[in-house]
């Protein structure tokens, strides 16, 4: 079977879309392993994860998202920006408020066009951040919403805030993050027993009320130049712990994206781009 790919990424967090709205991938090969192959950086296209376009019953159309690990996420933040361009521009749908169904629940993408058209990025309604430890879910019993709670991990010992924006988070808040060993810290963290589904982490440096740094290690994919969903995460637990305001820049090694978190619906909503690399097939 011929299987055409696009590659596409939102700040160098890439992956690989494939529309499987009549199941025809599926029953040929599960989409873990799929993923797994194409995601290999040196034996194959690489990306991060794989994204599938599904039907949807109850939304304009149905994502899923399979880390390079092969591991399946509810959500991912630079992932659906890249899904609405792909929808838009592939004709798969015509409107440009989109509205998306995912493991943990609707979102809204809003896509930001220019006078001719063109896709110049997407602003998505991430909803509410989901905060009691159960929905995280944390194995926590010192209350209804833990906001800073001592994890021993290796050597040290981190003040962590978990959030959940349809995925699991766990914010670490550093003077610098530059020195960060991600590729230590970051798996010890993600594998931590008070995260049972695991996590992604994000270190945090907070510039100003306005405006954070975050260095991200994600569950599932290692290190990413930027996610989504760690920024919004990022951005809740800044505002939780009195660090900044509710609207904020997220500088990531990728890029920037802007993320407010609205008082009337208390929503998060996340603007940024979404861009093509390529196009390809392949024979599975
Ligand atoms: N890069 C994503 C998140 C992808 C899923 C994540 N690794 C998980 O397992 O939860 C984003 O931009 O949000």
Known sequence: ??????????????FILVDDRDGRVAGRYPYPDLARKLCDRHFSIGGDGLIVVLPSQSCDMAFAIFNSDGSEAGMCGNGMRC?????????????????VETLSGPVVCILENDEEDRVMGVRVDMG?????????????????????VAL????????????????????IFM??????????????????P????????????????????????????GVT??????????????????????????????????VEWDDRSGHLYKSGPAETIFETSIRI
């Open 152 to 171: 021993k991990v290796l050597d040290q010992t981190f003040q962590v805030t978990p959030v959940s924006m349809g995925n699991p988070h766990a914010v």
């Open 83 to 99: 899904f609405a361009r792909f929808l838009y521009e592939k004709g798969l749908l015509r409107q440009k408020v989109i509205t």
């Open 194 to 221: 008070s995260f049972p589904e695991k996590t992604n982490v994000e270190f945090v440096q907070v510039l100003s009320p306005e405006s954070i740094r975050v260095r991200v290690w994600e569950r599932g994919a």
């Open 128 to 148: 509410p951040p989901r905060l009691l430890p159960a929905d995280i879910p944390f194995v926590w019993d010192g209350g209804k919403e833990p906001l800073e």
């Open 225 to 258: 130049l930027a996610c989504g969903t760690g920024a919004c995460a990022a951005l809740v637990a800044s505002v939780l712990t009195g660090r900044t305001g509710k609207k904020v820049e997220v500088l990531l090694p990728g890029g920037r994206l802007l």
């Open 1 to 14: 079977m011929e299987l055409v790919l696009t590659k596409m990424h939102g700040l160098g967090n890439d």
């Open 175 to 192: 003077e610098d993050i530059d020195p960060v060993p991600l590729e230590i810290w970051g798996p010890a963290v993600e594998n931590h």
